[in-house]
């Protein structure tokens, strides 16, 4: 992360709002990568 972006973050977030966050778009970031690699088709409940 940029020291920059890590400023702007400080602005309205504390260090652990920060650090969820970042594990937030971690996780979804393992969940679309996890979810191509099966090539899973989503259920949109229809």
């Not at 977030?13 to 969820?20: G, K, L, N, R, Y």
């Amino acid at each position: 992360m940029r020291t920059g972006t890590l400023e702007e973050l400080r602005k309205f977030f504390d260090e652990a709002q920060i650090v969820e966050l970042t594990m937030v778009v971690c996780l979804a970031n393992f969940t679309n990568r996890f979810n191509d690699a099966l090539r899973a088709i989503p259920d949109l409940g229809v």
